[in-house]
């Protein structure tokens, strides 16, 4: 026997729905459980290999200036995959936070970010680009009132900056070790 879930009450729709579900589970016991409900999302670490550097943003995060108040966070560039190929909202979400025009993606994995609470899977990539490649302003969308900064960032301080626990948001972090993990030579001494 698995759970059931045999009923679910909408709680807010905005943004993100927010639901309450009631479940039944193998043993008979029934339960509640909150579930915050947007759907796939994606993020991607562009790297510049010639370079070596990485394309970094931060903008103000409501949900951690309320736990923690101000931080300087750098985050991937990502955002919600509203419809359609992962890949296409990774390349959008690069060029509207950065500018840069992604061409070759490299998967990494498809996770579930937060399971105990949140329907979001997020498709994480890893992409090449060159200088030639930017080619747009970045900043996001002034209608979603995205004011994001954009960081060029080099890979060893990237790489130094996560040994030393600085590099607080989860995507951006599995994405550095993915990228240090699979391209090492970036990262030796030149």
Same mark, same amino acid.
């Given at each position: 026997?698995?759970?059931?879930?045999?009923?679910?009450?909408?709680? /807010? $729709?905005?943004?993100?729905? =927010?639901?309450?579900?009631?479940?039944?589970?193998?043993?008979?016991?029934?339960?509640?459980? %909150?579930? *915050?409900? /947007?759907?796939?999302?994606?993020?991607?670490?562009?790297? &510049?290999? +010639?370079?070596?550097?990485?394309?970094?943003?931060?903008?103000?995060?409501?949900?951690?200036? =309320?736990?923690?108040?101000?931080?300087?966070?750098?985050?991937?560039?990502?955002?919600?995959? &509203?419809?359609? &190929?992962?890949?296409?909202?990774?390349?959008?979400?690069?060029?509207?936070?950065?500018?840069? *025009?992604?061409?070759?993606?490299?998967?990494?994995?498809?996770?579930?970010?937060?399971?105990?609470?949140? +329907?979001?899977?997020? &498709?994480? =990539?890893?992409?090449?680009?060159?200088?030639?490649?930017?080619?747009?302003?970045?900043?996001?969308?002034?209608?979603?009132? %995205?004011?994001?900064?954009?960081?060029?960032?080099?890979?060893?301080?990237?790489?130094?900056?996560?040994?030393?626990?600085?590099?607080? $948001?989860?995507?951006? #972090?599995?994405?550095?070790?993915?990228?240090?993990?699979?391209?090492?030579? #970036?990262?030796?001494?030149?």
């Amino acid at each position: 026997m698995v759970p059931i879930i045999r009923g679910t009450r909408l709680v /807010h $729709d905005g943004w993100a729905r =927010f639901l309450v579900a009631e479940v039944t589970m193998p043993d008979g016991t029934r339960i509640t459980r %909150e579930i *915050e409900d /947007h759907g796939r999302a994606v993020a991607v670490l562009p790297y &510049d290999p +010639t370079r070596r550097v990485a394309l970094l943003v931060s903008q103000f995060r409501a949900p951690v200036f =309320f736990a923690e108040g101000p931080l300087d966070m750098l985050e991937t560039p990502a955002g919600i995959l &509203d419809e359609g &190929d992962p890949e296409e909202g990774a390349r959008r979400e690069a060029y509207e936070e950065t500018g840069v *025009e992604l061409t070759a993606l490299e998967r990494v994995v498809s996770a579930w970010t937060a399971p105990g609470i949140s +329907t979001e899977r997020m &498709d994480l =990539f890893l992409a090449a680009f060159s200088a030639a490649d930017r080619s747009g302003p970045g900043g996001g969308l002034a209608e979603e009132n %995205e004011a994001i900064t954009v960081h060029e960032v080099a890979l060893d301080d990237l790489a130094a900056r996560s040994d030393r626990g600085e590099i607080a $948001d989860m995507k951006t #972090l599995t994405l550095v070790f993915a990228l240090r993990l699979r391209h090492p030579h #970036l990262f030796a001494a030149a």
